[in-house]
C-alpha cells in the first residue's frame, strides 16, 4: 500500500499516489475553471485623427452610410435591414459582401448610430461589417 | 521421530515503536511556498489586469478577431450602471467625470508614444451619445486607431 516501501522503523517512506490524486484534483479544478472563462476580442476602427489620417490626396469614394436607430433598425439608403432583434444581421451582411465583390473594399463605411442607441446594437453592425470583409468602417 | 519444533523462525517483527519522536520544524519548505505565492501575485498583478474593469458587461460579438500585439495601448473602460442608467469613465483606475476630463492624459501618453492605441471597454448598455462623446475626446488627442472589446459567448452561458 502506497507508493513507498516500509522501512524498518516504522517511517512511511515517499507516498506517490496521494501526490497523483492531488495533481488529478487540481487538473480537474482548472478544467472547469476555464471553461467558463470568456477571452476578450477585438474590433477594430479608424478615427479620422490629424496623426493617422493618410495623406491628403484623397480619392473620392462613395462612402455606405448605415445610420442604426434607437430601437435597433438598421437603415440604408431609407432601406430597413433585418429586425430589430436580430443580432446575426443576414440581410446587411449579404448586402455588404455582394457590395465588396462588386465594388472592391476601398469605400469607407461610416455609420451613424442614433445617440440613444445601445452600444450593444452597434458593435451588433460593426461585426456583421468585420465579418462581411469591409476594411474601413468609421463613426461620423 | 517428530520434526524438532521449529527453532524460532526468524520473522522480521514489524515493531509499532512505542511512541514516534515529533518531526521537526523545517523552516525551508515554508519559504519556498511564500516565494511561490509571491511570484504568483507578482505576475498576477500585471498592467493589463489593473486596468480592465471587471464590470463592464461587454457586447457579444461572434466575428471578432482576436487581440493582437499593440504598441502600447491605453483602455477607456466605459461602466454602466443599471439602477440609476448612470454611465462612468475609468482609465488606470482613475475615474473621469466627463470624457473631455480624459484630453490631458491621453495626449500625454500618445506624446510619449505616438503610436498608441486607445481600446474602449464599453457595457452592453451604454447609450452611443456617450461613446460618441468618447471617440471625438480621442480624435482630438490625436489617436487614429481606436478598437471597442468585445466577448465571444457569455461567461455563464452553455458553450
Redesign the interface.
Known amino acids: 500500500m502506497g507508493g513507498g516501501a516500509v522501512s524498518e522503523d516504522g517511517d512511511p517512506g515517499f507516498q506517490i499516489a496521494p501526490m497523483v490524486d492531488v495533481v488529478f484534483v487540481l487538473l480537474l479544478f482548472f478544467m472547469a475553471s476555464a471553461g467558463s472563462q470568456v477571452i476578450e476580442k477585438e474590433l477594430n476602427i479608424s478615427l479620422p485623427s490629424g496623426r493617422s489620417a493618410s495623406a491628403a490626396g484623397a480619392v473620392p469614394t462613395t462612402p455606405i452610410l448605415i445610420d442604426i436607430l434607437p430601437d435597433g433598425k438598421i437603415q440604408m439608403n431609407n432601406r430597413i435591414y433585418d429586425s430589430p432583434t436580430s443580432r446575426e444581421l443576414p440581410e446587411l451582411r449579404a448586402w455588404l459582401k455582394e457590395t465588396i465583390a462588386k465594388f472592391g473594399d476601398k469605400d469607407p463605411v461610416i455609420l451613424r448610430p442614433d445617440p440613444k442607441t445601445k452600444h450593444e446594437r452597434v458593435m451588433d453592425v460593426l461585426n456583421a461589417a468585420s465579418a462581411s470583409g469591409v476594411t474601413k468602417l468609421t463613426f461620423s | 521421530m517428530s520434526a524438532a519444533p521449529q527453532s524460532r523462525k526468524s520473522k522480521k517483527k514489524?515493531?509499532?515503536?512505542d511512541h514516534?519522536p515529533d518531526p521537526e520544524f523545517q523552516i525551508a519548505p515554508m519559504i519556498d511556498i511564500l516565494l511561490v505565492l509571491l511570484v504568483f501575485f507578482m505576475s498576477i498583478s500585471s498592467t493589463e489586469v489593473l486596468q480592465t474593469n471587471k464590470e463592464v458587461n461587454?457586447?457579444?460579438?461572434?466575428?471578432?478577431?482576436?487581440?493582437?500585439d499593440n504598441p502600447g495601448q491605453v483602455i477607456i473602460n466605459?461602466t454602466y450602471a443599471t439602477m440609476n442608467d448612470a454611465t462612468a469613465i475609468e482609465v488606470d483606475q482613475r475615474g473621469f467625470g466627463s470624457p473631455s476630463d480624459m484630453v490631458p492624459l491621453l495626449q500625454d501618453k500618445?506624446g510619449k508614444n505616438?503610436l498608441l492605441r486607445v481600446?474602449i471597454?464599453?457595457?452592453?448598455?451604454?447609450?452611443?451619445?456617450f461613446?460618441?462623446q468618447v471617440?471625438q475626446v480621442?480624435?482630438?488627442?490625436?489617436?487614429?486607431?481606436?478598437?471597442?472589446?468585445?466577448?465571444?459567448?457569455?461567461?455563464?452561458a452553455p458553450?
Not at chain 2, 514489524?14 to 515503536?17: A, F, L, M, N, W
Not at chain 2, 460579438?61 to 493582437?68: D, G, I, L
Not at chain 2, 471597454?121 to 451619445?129: I, L, N, P, Q, T
Open positions: 514489524v515493531r509499532k515503536p514516534e461587454l457586447p457579444i460579438a461572434k466575428e471578432a478577431k482576436e487581440a493582437k466605459v500618445v505616438p481600446l471597454r464599453a457595457d452592453r448598455e451604454v447609450r452611443f451619445d461613446i460618441r471617440l480621442v480624435a482630438e488627442s490625436g489617436v487614429g486607431n481606436v478598437t471597442f472589446s468585445v466577448v465571444d459567448k457569455d461567461a455563464n458553450s
